[in-house]
């Protein structure tokens, strides 16, 4: 068994590549044509399983080529960079709420309105609040070219105003490694249980485009 990957991209199509069934295969982009939110350029891609000549299967997908990174600019400070370029990242706390559908979108008209809207009033992100949306919701993130920040759903008991004011103000930290039972997380297995459902949601989203950066605690959570 073999599979051949090929990716488009109008006139000029990226080399076909073929290799074994079940092992890792690199697709190389000659001069890539990089997403941005003011160029939110998707490949159509095709995998095919073939058996010989014959073949078996074949799926449409899609990628972007694009890198967030923190570099540091002219004078030392990080900031945050999209394909090499200082980007100011701008847009709402999103809480995905639907006056007729809570937190499921009625429709796909109603799950485009806010996607568009945002994108209508000059943001180019949105921090998706404690929620995890369908990844339709994503896909047509990376197609508006809206980036997104991912929040971890809370868990866990929150710290209050007065630690988080001095937080902000004073820089002010508590040690997370005692007294545990203050952040509702003293039992072992609930800590294991956090870290498994947030590894269990970046693996469900990992290669998405869209997402920049992962919120793993919401506020003071």
Same mark, same amino acid.
């Given at each position: /068994?073999? #599979?051949?990957?090929?990716?488009?991209?109008?006139?000029?199509?990226?080399?076909?590549?073929?290799?074994?069934? *079940?092992?890792?295969?690199? /697709?190389?982009?000659?001069? %890539? =044509?990089?997403?941005?939110?003011?160029?939110?350029?998707?490949?159509?891609?095709?995998?095919? /399983?073939?058996?010989?000549? $014959?073949?078996?299967?074949?799926?449409?997908?899609?990628?972007? @080529? =694009?890198?967030?990174?923190?570099?540091? &600019?002219?004078?030392?400070?990080?900031?945050?960079?999209?394909?090499?370029?200082?980007?100011?990242?701008?847009? %709402?706390?999103?809480?995905?709420?639907?006056?007729? !559908?809570?937190?499921?979108? %009625? +429709?796909?008209?109603?799950?485009?309105?806010?996607?568009?809207?945002?994108?209508?009033? !000059?943001?180019?992100?949105?921090?998706?609040?404690?929620?995890?949306?369908?990844?339709?919701?994503?896909?047509?993130?990376?197609?508006?070219? @809206? #980036?997104?920040?991912?929040?971890?759903?809370? *868990? !866990?008991?929150? &710290?209050?105003?007065?630690?988080?004011? /001095?937080?902000?103000?004073?820089?002010?930290?508590?040690?997370?490694? =005692?007294?545990?039972?203050?952040? !509702?997380?003293?039992?072992?297995?609930?800590?294991?249980?956090? $870290? =498994?459902?947030?590894?269990?949601?970046?693996?469900?989203?990992?290669?998405?485009?869209?997402?920049?950066?992962?919120?793993?605690?919401?506020? +003071?959570?």
């Amino acid at each position: /068994l073999t #599979i051949k990957v090929e990716a488009y991209s109008g006139k000029n199509n990226a080399p076909s590549m073929w290799g074994e069934a *079940g092992k890792p295969l690199k /697709l190389n982009i000659p001069e %890539p =044509r990089v997403w941005s939110p003011s160029d939110p350029y998707l490949y159509p891609l095709k995998v095919q /399983l073939l058996q010989g000549k $014959r073949l078996l299967d074949e799926v449409d997908s899609y990628f972007a @080529m =694009r890198k967030f990174a923190l570099e540091p &600019d002219a004078v030392g400070k990080l900031r945050f960079t999209l394909n090499g370029e200082p980007l100011f990242l701008f847009g %709402p706390l999103d809480q995905g709420y639907f006056p007729d !559908g809570l937190y499921t979108a %009625p +429709s796909q008209e109603a799950m485009l309105f806010n996607i568009e809207y945002t994108k209508s009033i !000059g943001c180019n992100m949105i921090r998706k609040h404690i929620k995890v949306e369908p990844l339709r919701w994503y896909y047509h993130c990376d197609r508006l070219g @809206m #980036i997104v920040w991912q929040d971890m759903p809370s *868990g !866990g008991l929150i &710290d209050g105003e007065r630690v988080a004011i /001095l937080s902000l103000i004073f820089g002010f930290h508590r040690n997370d490694t =005692r007294w545990l039972s203050r952040f !509702g997380r003293a039992e072992e297995e609930n800590r294991a249980e956090y $870290r =498994r459902e947030l590894q269990g949601m970046i693996d469900h989203l990992y290669n998405v485009a869209c997402i920049a950066v992962w919120v793993p605690f919401n506020e +003071s959570w």
